[in-house]
């Protein structure tokens, strides 16, 4: 398990190393759960469930029962009688029988990925202990050297594609702290894990073939396929379908090398598939602003756009007490409800969400590139005090929201727009600001 160390690095969980020349990778922490319903494309792993109004980092997606865990050995032998079923689905996908056994020559069945794959939906950290990591010194300064050394190369990225070089840059410091943290295991046996693993298997089997079909087609060879223990490989964390559909051969050597040490094709596909998803280059992500006193809170919400001229009419204004710049229309985001910090978010913020829809993600990408192009931090406070709600407390609110009469329709620990909704309505009726924050704080009034 020497992997185990780095694996461990990856692991979404906010990992907290104390680096001390490099910072960890740090991502919300559902990201590797898809579930294919939810799924809004994301690159890097596997879908966040993320609804759109979530206040916070997604959960999990719809893990509502956790399934048993398989006893190592019995999924050892089970797995390999589905190895064989799988090879003759793969062949029939074309898929060459060379190949496919090259790539599963002594592939065991790896109980970590799964442990991995378990234990996302129990952690979930504040949006302001993502950003702390998010936009650390360390990720800033090394944010900022990284568009030094690679300037030309970006500037060219930047000139093809239309998109910004800082937004690049920002995702590829997230996802592997520059190149850093790639993955080291292996991705045909971690996807064919989590493929043979029931939970999401019709969403991995695709993965694989996918997989396989980059294996084949000579971009990569075995000993360099390598990726996250769920699959998301290279310097900006692909998985095989957003590779196959967005990765770009930018150096021109014919093969369209994410994994190796130059990141040129890597940072050039992560453009490219920014610019396929809408882009708009030289716009803001999102601008910190101000709510006046007496704002309605309903008005918070991703489905109300306004011109960023109407919002300075009801107060909405920038920090400096000045209208936004009308770079299009725009949300209020309160990703802490009203005691924390508040945006005005663009279309970029949606293009960014395309790679993870955890808000905490996309607003840590856009605030790093934010800082790495010499921003200051965000300046509202948050409410440091409130601790992330578990999902055993997630699942609890929504029982007793539904109990009381405002109905989740669903309880499953996602807090999505239903429960932002149902919160909203409980706040109302006790008088309390209705932000929709789903906090700790909320969950004792219930009680
Ligand atoms: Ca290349």
Redesign the pocket.
């Known amino acids: 398990m020497r992997y185990q160390v780095i694996a461990a690095v990856l692991a979404m969980i906010g990992s907290a190393v104390q680096a001390q020349t490099v910072d960890e990778t740090t991502r919300p922490v559902s990201r590797s759960g898809a579930d294919s319903e939810v799924s809004r494309s994301a690159v890097s792993l596997v879908s966040v469930t993320a609804p759109r109004n979530s206040l916070r980092p997604a959960l999990r997606p719809a893990v509502t029962a956790k399934p048993e865990m398989l006893v190592p050995a019995a999924a050892q032998s089970g797995f390999q009688d589905w190895i064989k079923g799988f090879r003759t689905r793969a062949l029939r996908k074309g898929i060459s029988d060379t190949v496919f056994d090259r790539a599963f020559n002594g592939v065991q069945y790896d109980a970590d990925v799964i442990r991995r794959d378990r234990n996302q939906s129990e952690f979930t950290k504040t949006i302001w202990d993502y950003l702390d990591s998010a936009a650390s010194d360390a990720r800033v300064n090394n944010g900022k050297a990284a568009l030094r050394k690679h300037g030309a190369l970006l500037d060219r990225i930047e000139a093809q594609y239309g998109v910004d070089k800082d937004i690049v840059v920002a995702i590829w410091g997230l996802e592997s702290a520059y190149g850093t943290f790639r993955g080291s295991n292996p991705v045909i046996g971690s996807l064919a894990t989590l493929a043979y693993d029931a939970r999401r298997s019709d969403f991995f089997e695709e993965q694989l073939i996918q997989a396989l079909k980059i294996l084949q087609s000579g971009d990569v060879t075995l000993p360099n396929f390598k990726g996250s223990w769920a699959g998301a490989m290279g310097h900006t964390q692909f998985i095989p379908t957003s590779y196959q559909s967005l990765a770009v ?9 994410i994994w190796s040490d130059d990141p ?2 890597a940072l050039a596909s992560t453009a490219n598939y920014l610019a396929k998803n809408g882009w708009i280059k030289g716009a803001p992500w999102g601008v910190e602003v101000r709510i006046p006193q007496g704002f309605d809170y309903t008005l918070a919400n991703r489905d109300i756009k306004r011109m960023p001229s109407e919002w300075a009419r009801i107060g909405v204004v920038d920090l400096e007490g000045k209208a936004v710049p009308d770079h299009g229309s725009a949300s209020v985001l309160l990703p802490a409800g009203a005691k924390g910090a508040a945006f005005l978010i663009f279309k970029n913020f949606d293009v960014i969400e395309t790679y993870n829809t955890a808000d905490a993600y996309v607003i840590g990408v856009g605030h790093l590139s934010d800082r790495i192009t010499g921003a200051g931090p965000i300046r509202s406070d948050w409410p440091r005090e409130d601790r992330a709600l578990t999902f055993d407390e997630r699942i609890e609110m929504q029982r007793l929201l539904t109990a009381k009469g405002f109905n989740t329709k669903k309880i499953d620990g996602k807090i999505g727009p239903l429960t932002i909704n149902a919160v909203r309505m409980f706040q109302t009726s006790i008088g309390d600001i209705p932000d929709g924050y789903a906090s700790l704080n909320i969950l004792k009034k219930l009680r």
Do not use: I, Q
């Not at 051969?249 to 090398?257: E, M, Q, S, T």
């Open positions: 051969d930018f150096d021109g050597d014919g093969k369209r090398d040129a094709d």
